[in-house]
């Protein structure tokens, strides 16, 4: 039996452990991890969370006037508002947390925020229907259902970008939008340093103009729609291929590039080695996951393998320092809560992170240094001793984290809670633990 590659499987692949879980994977905690990645997953079907978010927001931009808008707009925030305790609340209940990390990885990997108001009916949606079915599937039909998504086409402003040159350009004078050309590139495939210049930035946004959410005059029901009348019309040359004049196939055939291009293979490599590794991750673990990604044409149930079989992965020392998402959802799995509300919602925010609200499209960082500012851990010190009289009343620090971080836990870590003045600063410092602050 092995605790301590229990304890990292529990705490680095997923999302901390439940007491007395780490005796149960101490078996092979391998094989339980292979397992959640091989689980099938409920297709996304017709869409309907994203279709109920969309209704709401067409009957918004219908009303006639700001009374009429208020229910609705009300009803946006309500959806808003059970979203974000249900992004948590999927992670604390989860029975497959490799999975489930995933998940979020790749929602944050394809960031949309409430910023946009357009975006705020769509939260769950998106996460749901564009991310969940994909995040062991093909990478490429990730990328499609992300960019097909209203919550990305508004989000990145692809829903007003019109092809100068076409029909709906010259009428209306509206222009190219390149906000979802770039990211795509930059953030979501490529990367910064892929090998694309300003030229393939103008001539995928060109590719995808037409690209949009469904709006009230289509078809009930209507997610994604393809308007000829908005597309640059021409042909483009993207990344050395010219694409002739094709409609909704130039940008299909532009994902397909993107999506089996050997520098998104190392991109996507890179992040992944860097969230479940090190914030500089080790170049022979990047390279062995770029390989798989390779050879399987994006296959990302057998990358997650290879990050599984990779020993760098299960290196023993903790480099990664957890976000305020990690904090919170391994104290309530820890303290073995199976529903959390609001206040998780309130508390993650508090600590930095706001539910569906990232700074920026690069998604929140994923690097120690930026949790590590003086204002974020007097957040947590506080959130320590706040959070245990109101989840434990008499449970013993060491016993309570020697449960959840087996023989990972350092002496010097035992010591002081053993030294602690009371159960809730024992508790308290628990928490504050190096061995609890990372995975």
């Given at each position: 039996?092995?605790?301590?590659q229990?304890?990292?499987a ?5 999302f ?5 879980q ?19 997953v409920a297709?996304?079907?017709d869409?309907p ?11 918004v ?8 808008r ?8 309500v959806l ?25 990885f ?7 925020a409430?910023v946009?108001?357009?975006?705020i009916?769509?939260?769950g ?12 599937g093909?990478f ?9 998504h ?6 990145l ?9 076409s ?9 190219l939008n ?10 979501h ?66 994902l397909?590039?993107l ?19 090190a914030?500089?991750?080790p170049q ?13 044409e ?6 997650s ?7 760098e ?8 320092f957890?976000?305020?998402?990690d ?19 309130n508390?993650t925010r ?15 960082p ?7 500012a003086p204002g974020l851990?007097m957040?947590r ?6 959070v ?17 971080l ?6 010097q ?12 600063e024992?508790?308290a ?9 990372r995975?």
């Open positions: 039996m092995s605790l301590v229990a304890a990292i529990a705490n680095r692949f997923g901390g452990a439940r007491p007395g780490l005796e149960t994977l101490a078996d092979n905690p391998w094989d339980w991890l292979r397992a959640q990645i091989r689980q099938p297709p996304a079907g869409l969370l994203t279709k109920a978010g969309l209704a709401i927001l067409i009957a931009q219908s009303a006639p006037d700001e009374d009429s208020k229910p609705h707009q009300e009803e946006a925030r808003r508002d059970r979203d974000r305790v249900a992004h948590i609340q999927s992670a604390v209940a989860s029975d497959t947390p490799f999975r489930e990390r995933l998940v979020k790749w929602t944050n990997h394809f960031t949309v409430y946009q108001s357009y975006v009916p769509f939260g949606a998106y996460e749901n229907e564009a991310i969940r079915p994909y995040a062991t093909k490429r039909d990730l990328l499609g259902a992300v960019v097909k209203p919550a990305m086409l508004f989000y402003d692809n829903a007003r970008s019109v092809g100068p040159n029909k709906g350009g010259k009428q209306a004078g509206l222009g390149e906000n979802l050309g770039r990211e795509l590139m930059e953030l495939t490529l990367g910064v340093d892929g090998g694309y210049t300003q030229a393939d930035v103008r001539a995928l946004a060109m590719i995808l103009t037409g690209w949009t959410p469904g709006r009230a005059k289509d078809p009930p029901g209507t997610v994604f729609a393809f308007r000829p009348g908005g597309h640059e019309p021409g042909p483009k040359t993207f990344l050395g291929q010219t694409y002739p004049q094709a409609g909704q196939a130039e940008g299909e055939a532009a397909d590039a999506a089996a291009h050997p520098s998104t293979a190392r991109h996507i490599a890179t992040q992944l080695a860097r969230h479940f590794i914030d500089d991750p022979a673990a990047v390279d062995r996951l770029a390989k798989s990604f390779l050879d399987t994006g296959d990302l149930a057998a990358v393998e290879a990050l599984i079989d990779s020993p992965a299960w290196w023993p020392v903790r480099s990664k957890k976000s305020p998402l904090l919170v959802v391994s104290a309530a799995r820890g303290f073995d809560l199976t529903e959390v509300g609001t206040a998780a919602v508390w508090r600590l930095g992170q706001k539910v569906y609200d990232a700074p920026s499209p690069q998604g929140w994923d690097r120690e240094s930026d949790w590590l851990v957040e010190i506080e959130w320590s001793y706040q245990i009289p109101r989840l434990v009343a008499d449970q013993s620090p060491l016993p309570f984290v020697e449960a959840l087996g023989p990972t836990l350092s002496e870590t035992k010591a002081v809670l053993r030294g602690a003045p009371s159960q809730r024992g508790m410092l628990a928490l504050l633990s190096p061995e609890f602050q995975r």
